[in-house]
Structure formats: structure tokens, C-alpha cells
């Protein structure tokens, strides 16, 4: 669609009231498009493959796999081609799975709308709707593109989901509807104006394309530059030392390649996709749907969690808790009175009303409703003037504050009607200010006898008299006070972001036995410039009747504290907070741009499945860190020890071909990791990746490991006077062993007793080790130049093997208990 036809869509004044011809919208729907918001582009198949291609760790990959062909060195360019076409494909496997269910999850919702066609409805594909339509609503329809109202009966509209406003708007004709919008009561008729991409609706699904990268997302971004810049600097050395050395420069170059392969953890995409899908297909046996991998690691990191009130951390089922009269008793007249309002009412029914009419089911016998003041959203009450055994009375119900200018009254504990003091006014408000207190909304309901007229109007709402309060409670979940036990447990802090007053909401998180140390309300946020919001942020636990620009707000106030911020959230306001928070959670039944800016769709809306995806996200980041650091650690270690092997050697350490071998046996046996046992403590804290962190552990680990291959180069030389492929041979053996081995050592800090590896990892390990084994002394071992080992070499590489892992555990215990001392 040409952006000249986007600016011509028609306003009412082009609107047929008979609708469209069919013919017509035929021309429109060809003119303007579908009624759709446009999403993200989805890629083919084959652009989703290749992607992965641009990932930096592949790239070193396919750069070292070109020199290997174009330098003859087939053997090399395969293995490492081998390598590529295994990280790369089982990862764009996983990673398919996974979104192909939220795609059919999403292809399950469908949307019909009454459309005028040829002056007859009918009920059609929203998707088929264009500019001109004139589409009939009803109590319970979704609006389904912008128009303005040609009809209006008794039209409310809830806005809620655009505007964060908990209260329906009256429609009248000529007034601007919105797509997303939906029609709490009444009827009406709309000519559409725009479609699609032109509605507000899809400027704020525009809005959220340009989403936030997550830390996890940062973090991975710096070790790829660790690795990219240690890989350079290596190829570097390698070649200048061997060209001082005159050695052949063919082949130099395909040894520093192998190196650079060598210290690539060119496996890393995989075993994290291999994690993640492990734990995204256990989320979603618990009825969680993960739509981006990524969403797992966050979910370890998550510190804070951010969530609405209503319907994840209460029941949404608001009922009636009890009445109050003015001497402060229950009284049933009370509940008689506003049970008499709300059924004869044809305005807008609120869940207050359905609870009071839910809670008094009685008949209204001999009452005859003679003229109705609807509610409206300016006076904030309604009444009906009703006529019982010939007495008309007005009965008013609403909200307190509107209701205490126009009160002169009071009813004494006979009944009689009593002047209402200034004194007495102020007693009154101090009584509703104790019921929201309480965390009670509250509706006040009174009373006028009138005289019989022909016209009653809203200026009869005065001189009334005060029957008493009817208060409301929405019970708090029980599920959701041990959710949040656990949250807590699992060190992360529940926010409440709520439109609802900052009182209910004390009350229901007092309920639940969650600490609040500090409340903000919108208007006090507004307040706050950016720097003074970020100040209070972090201790503030209820943030109350804030708007989606303020929750927006706070979400970023959070992030920029260093707080990994998840949010959960349904409606289209919560949209840009779900797309600016680390992780976004929304639920099955959530508008569509709620859930296309979600990381997580949850089946149900509660907090438990939260706290599931927690550990299994940490469960995910703890065997990905596993594999991070055995691989730097072995990998730096390695290459260090040829790289000064190359010193003094007349020989390479290890040619090309048994660097890269040694290498795809080394990460074979990490395929099971993602399946290891994780330490219950492992799982209490949040987890970040730290590059700090692991270039320490590299560092400190890879001499190690250097120390020990030099004390094995020594030996091999000066004792058993190796031949150059004797001395790949023992040395291949001692790397790959060690590497390997070592995992069991470094995977926990607890006893090997009391943390036993996973069976499929201790399989993976043996059977590594023993293809090894198989490879040197099958035929296939001298294609690779290895000789036959002899048994006095190979008791001397079990020793140092054995050393090797007693120093790595030593060292690590000392680590953990620095650490410790130093947080």
C-alpha cells in the first residue's frame, strides 16, 4: 500500500449507512490492505538458517575453514566444517520448535465482526474489514479498527486497555472509537476510518519493534569480543614467532588457524540452545510457553519482578465484605437500597454492582421505577427515582467524595433523620477513610423522598440523606502468598504496579505477607524528574493509580539501577513495559500486542508458573556457565602451552588436524551438560553471566592447566626422548583427558559425594574418552600421525592427570571461599 493511498481513508461523511457493497470493499481491501497490525517480518526457513551465521564465534569458524581448503588442508576444513554444520543446525532446530508453538498458539485466536455488506450484516473476518465499513457493536465486542459512531445507544466503551483509564467513556454519535477498545454496555453503530497499520492501535505495536537488549543479551555481546580480540592476538603471536624461526609459513598459518579454532568454544551457540530447550520444554509441560530462548537465561537473572494486582495477586472476584451505617453497625436496609439501584440501572454495569447483586438476590416486589439518572463519570454516581405504595424516593448510589457535598442528613440509630453538623461531615469522611484503610472500596448510598413532577433531573441530587457505606473486597489469592514465599526465597522482590488506590492495594499486599517499605502514586511520579525516580525506585514497593507512560517509567528507573526486570502485564498500556522489561510475561487470553511483545506467555494467569521458570532458568544459566568455563579455562590453557611449546620445540606440539580433533571430542562429551544435576544453592540467587568473572576464572585455571602441560612436555622430552608424533600422541591424550575430566571437579563446590554428576554426563565423558583411545590405536590413528602409546608414558600422563584435578579442586574450593569473603 502506497503511503498516498494510507492518506486518503474516508471520514463519516464518505460512510453509506447501508455499508459497503461487496464490490467495493473488494476495491478498498485491495486499496488499503488488511485489517492487521503489521508484526515483525517473519523470515523463511532458509534466512532463519543462514542467520546463524553472523554470529562472530562461527565467523572465526568459516574464516579458519576457508584458509584450511584454499591453504589444501582438506582434513582441517572438514572437521571444522563438521563443527559448523552441527552448532548451527541443531540450534536452528531447537530454536524452531520452540517458536512454531507460539505460532499456532497465536493462530488459534480468531476475531469476527457485524459488517454491513449490500445493506445486509454479516458476520466476517475482521482481517476483511476497510475504511467506509459500518460495523454494528454490542455489549461484549471488541472494537476492530478506528471509526467514529454513527449510532449510539446508551454506548460505554472501555478504553482501558489504550488509556490505563479503569472507567468506561459514553459514546456519542460523531465521537472517535478506537480499535483494541472494547463496549462494556449499550449498542451502536461505527463508520470505520482506519485500518491496520493506520490505527493507534498499530502506532503503538510500531512503537515497540525498537525493543531493549536484555543484559544477558549485553553480556554475551563482551565475551564475544573477549574471545574475538584473544583469538586475533594469538593468531598474531603464532606467526610472528614461527616466521622468526623460518619455519614453513604454510604451515604456521594452519597452525595458529587450528589455535584460534582451539580456543573458540564454537559449541557455545548450541549447548545454550541445547539448555534452553530443555528447560523451555519443561516450562511448557507446566503450562508456560517460552517464545524466545533468550527468555530462560533472563529468567535466572530476574531480581525484581513487577506485576499488576487484580487477577495475579487477588481472585478478580470483587464481593461484598460488609455495610456500614452512620453509627458504624451493619445494617441490611443498606445492601436493600443499592441491590434496588443496580437492578433497575440500565447504565453500566461495574463488577461493584454485579458483586451487590450477587450478594443480595431478592425480588424487588412492589417497586416501580419511574425515571433513572444514569451514572456518568463527571458526577461519579447514579440514581433511580422509584415509587413504593405511591411514596417516590430517589436512591443514590456512588462514589463517597461525590456524594459528601450533597449530603445534609444522617439517620440516628431509630431510623430518624437527623441535620448532618459540619462535625459530623468530618466524622463521616474519617469513617471512609478508616474503611479504605482497611483496603475496602467503598460506594456510599442515600436517599431523598421527593414530590411528583413531570421531569426529574441531576440538580434533584441534593439535601440527600446518608444510609451508609456497602464496602467491597477482592480476596486475595491463596496461591499467590506462597508464590510470593517463594519468589522471595528465590531472592527476588515482588513490585505491585496498579491503577487501583495505593490503599487497597497496601491492604491486599498485607495480605499476602509482602513488606511494604514505601508507596508512590502517579501523581508523585510525575513529580520526579528521571534522576529523582531512579533514586527512589529501588525501595518503593507499591507504585498506585500510575498510567502506562508512568509504568514505563518505572520499569526503565529499575533497569537503569542494574536490576534484571521482569514484568507481567495483559493489556494493550502494558505493551512498551512488557517490551522494556528484561523479560516480558503476558497470558494466553492477553490482547495480541500484549503477547507479541512478551517474552512469555503463562496458560494461567499466576505467579507460580513464575517462580517455576526461575529456577529453571538458573538451572539453565548455572550448566551453561559450566561449559563456559571449562572451555576458556582447558581451551586458553591449551593454546598457551602450544603457543610456548612452539618456543622451544623443533616440532609443532600438536599438528593442525589433532588441535582440531582433540577439539570436537572435547565438546562432544559437553552435549550432555545441559542435562547435569544442579546444586539446590545454585538455584537461590540470581545469575548473571560476568565477564570479570570469567576472565578470572580463565586466567587462573588456564595456567594451571598450562603448568601441568609444560611439567608433561618435560617429561615427554628430557625422560622419554619422544618422537614428534610420540609427543603429539601423549600430549593429545593428557589434553583430552584432563579437559574432560575436570568438569567433575570444577561443576560444584560441594563434595563429590553430596553433588553427583548426571549419569548421561558421566556417560558422555567415558565415551569420549574412550573413542579417543579407539581413534589412536585403529588405523585411523595414523591418518591423524599418531603412534601406538606405550604403557610407561601412559602411566606417568594418568599421574599428572591425576595431580592436575587434585590442584584444580584445591584451587576452585579457595576461589568460592574468596568470593565469599569479598561480597
Known amino acids: 500500500m502506497s503511503e498516498k493511498q494510507q492518506d486518503h481513508q474516508p471520514d463519516t461523511r464518505d460512510c453509506n449507512p447501508g455499508g459497503l457493497s461487496s464490490r467495493e470493499a473488494r476495491r478498498r481491501l485491495e486499496q488499503y490492505g488488511q485489517n492487521v497490525i503489521a508484526k515483525t517480518k517473519h523470515i523463511s526457513g532458509i534466512q532463519a538458517y543462514l542467520a546463524r551465521f553472523k554470529n562472530p564465534l562461527v565467523l572465526i569458524l568459516l574464516l579458519a575453514a576457508g584458509i584450511s581448503f584454499f591453504m589444501g588442508e582438506i582434513a582441517s576444513g572438514t572437521i571444522i566444517t563438521v563443527i559448523i554444520l552441527i552448532s548451527t543446525s541443531l540450534d536452528f532446530a531447537n530454536t524452531y520448535r520452540s517458536e512454531k508453538a507460539v505460532s499456532d498458539l497465536e493462530r488459534s485466536v480468531h476475531t469476527k465482526a457485524t459488517v454491513l455488506r449490500d445493506g445486509k450484516p454479516r458476520q466476517l473476518d475482521v482481517a476483511c474489514l476497510v475504511p467506509g465499513d459500518v460495523v454494528a457493536v454490542q455489549a461484549g465486542s471488541i472494537i476492530p479498527a478506528d471509526g467514529k459512531v454513527i449510532s449510539s445507544n446508551s454506548l460505554l466503551v472501555d478504553e482501558s486497555s489504550l488509556t490505563g483509564e479503569s472507567y468506561p467513556v459514553a459514546k456519542q ?32 505495536a510500531t512503537s515497540l519493534n525498537h525493543g531493549n537488549t536484555s543484559e544477558f543479551e549485553l553480556e554475551l555481546t563482551r565475551f564475544s569480543g573477549l574471545i574475538t580480540h584473544l583469538t586475533l592476538g594469538l593468531v598474531i603471536f603464532i606467526l610472528v614467532i614461527n616466521i622468526l624461526f623460518q619455519r614453513s609459513p604454510a604451515q604456521s598459518l594452519l597452525f595458529a588457524i587450528a589455535l584460534a579454532v582451539g580456543l573458540t568454544p564454537e559449541l557455545l551457540p548450541l549447548i545454550m540452545t541445547i539448555n534452553l530447550t530443555k528447560g523451555s520444554l519443561r516450562m511448557s509441560k507446566k503450562g508456560v510457553i517460552v517464545k524466545k530462548l533468550a527468555a530462560m537465561q533472563n529468567f535466572g537473572a530476574m531480581d525484581i519482578l513487577c506485576t499488576d494486582k487484580t487477577g495475579t495477586l487477588t481472585e478478580n472476584r470483587i464481593s461484598v465484605a460488609k455495610t456500614q451505617d452512620f453509627n458504624r453497625t451493619e445494617c441490611r436496609k443498606i445492601i436493600e437500597l443499592a441491590h434496588t439501584v443496580c437492578q433497575l440501572s440500565s447504565s453500566y454495569k461495574s463488577p461493584l454492582d454485579t458483586a451487590i447483586i450477587s450478594h443480595h438476590q431478592a425480588k424487588l416486589t412492589g417497586i416501580r421505577l419511574v425515571r433513572e439518572l444514569p451514572f456518568d463519570f463527571e458526577r461519579k454516581r447514579e440514581s433511580v427515582i422509584v415509587s413504593r405504595a405511591d411514596q417516590l424516593t430517589m436512591i443514590t448510589k456512588g462514589a463517597p467524595d461525590s456524594l459528601f457535598p450533597i449530603i445534609s442528613r444522617y439517620r440516628d440509630k431509630n431510623g430518624t433523620a437527623r441535620h448532618l453538623s459540619p462535625l459530623l461531615l468530618d466524622r463521616l469522611k474519617a469513617d471512609y477513610q478508616e474503611l479504605s484503610q482497611q483496603g475496602l472500596r467503598t460506594l456510599l448510598i442515600a436517599t431523598k423522598s421527593l ?34 514465599r517463594d519468589l522471595n526465597q528465590n531472592n527476588i522482590r515482588v513490585k505491585i504496579i496498579s491503577g487501583d488506590d495505593p490503599l487497597v492495594c497496601q491492604r491486599v499486599a498485607h495480605d499476602l505477607g509482602l513488606e511494604v517499605t514505601k508507596v508512590l502514586t502517579g501523581d508523585q511520579i510525575n513529580r520526579l524528574n528521571d534522576l529523582q525516580l531512579a533514586k527512589v525506585v529501588d525501595r518503593t514497593s507499591i507504585f498506585a493509580r500510575v498510567n502506562p507512560s508512568e509504568k514505563l517509567r518505572i520499569i526503565k528507573a529499575l533497569r537503569r539501577q542494574g536490576h534484571v526486570v521482569g514484568y507481567m502485564g495483559d493489556g494493550i498500556n502494558d505493551a512498551p513495559s512488557l517490551k522494556a522489561a528484561d523479560i516480558g510475561i503476558s497470558v494466553n487470553n492477553a490482547v495480541e500486542v500484549a503477547r507479541d511483545a512478551a517474552d512469555i506467555i503463562l496458560l494461567g494467569k499466576s505467579l507460580r508458573y513464575l517462580n517455576d521458570g526461575v529456577v529453571e532458568g538458573r538451572r539453565t544459566f548455572v550448566n551453561t556457565a559450566k561449559y563456559l568455563k571449562m572451555s576458556l579455562s582447558s581451551n586458553f590453557g591449551n593454546m598457551i602451552s602450544m603457543a610456548g611449546a612452539s618456543l622451544f620445540l623443533p616440532f609443532l606440539p600438536m599438528t593442525a588436524p589433532q588441535i582440531l580433533l582433540n577439539n570436537l571430542l572435547y565438546d562432544s562429551s559437553q552435549f550432555a551438560l545441559p542435562s547435569d544435576n544442579v546444586d539446590p544453592v545454585q538455584l537461590e540467587k540470581p545469575r548473571q553471566m560476568n565477564i570479570k568473572s570469567l576472565k578470572e576464572f580463565m586466567l587462573v585455571f588456564g595456567l594451571i592447566s598450562s603448568l601441568f602441560d609444560f611439567i608433561t612436555f618435560a617429561i615427554l622430552k628430557l625422560v622419554f626422548n619422544s618422537t614428534a608424533a610420540g609427543f603429539q600422541t601423549y600430549w593429545f591424550i593428557e589434553s583430552l583427558v584432563t579437559q574432560t575430566l575436570v568438569v567433575l571437579i570444577i561443576r560444584s563446590p560441594r563434595a563429590f559425594t553430596k553433588s553427583l554428576p548426571s549419569k548421561p554426563l558421566l556417560a558422555s565423558i567415558a565415551g569420549v574418552i574412550l573413542l579417543a583411545l579407539a581413534i589412536i590405536f585403529s588405523p585411523l590413528g595414523r591418518y591423524f600421525g599418531f603412534v601406538q602409546p606405550t604403557l610407561a608414558p601412559m602411566l606417568v600422563i594418568s599421574l599428572i592427570t591425576l595431580s592436575y584435578l587434585v590442584v584444580v579442586r584445591v584451587v576452585s574450593l579457595l576461589m568460592v571461599r574468596h568470593n565469599e569473603l569479598i561480597k
Open 173 to 204: 454519535p460523531g465521537d472517535q472509537i478506537y480499535m483494541g477498545s472494547s463496549v462494556a454496555s449499550g449498542s451502536g453503530e461505527l463508520c470505520l476510518t482506519a485500518t491496520g497499520a493506520k490505527t493507534e492501535f498499530a502506532h503503538i
Open 451 to 484: 414530590e411528583t413532577k413531570d421531569e426529574y433531573q441531576t440538580k434533584d441530587e441534593s439535601d440527600l440523606t446518608f444510609e451508609g457505606f456497602v464496602c467491597f473486597t477482592d480476596p486475595a489469592k491463596k496461591s499467590a502468598a506462597k508464590s510470593l
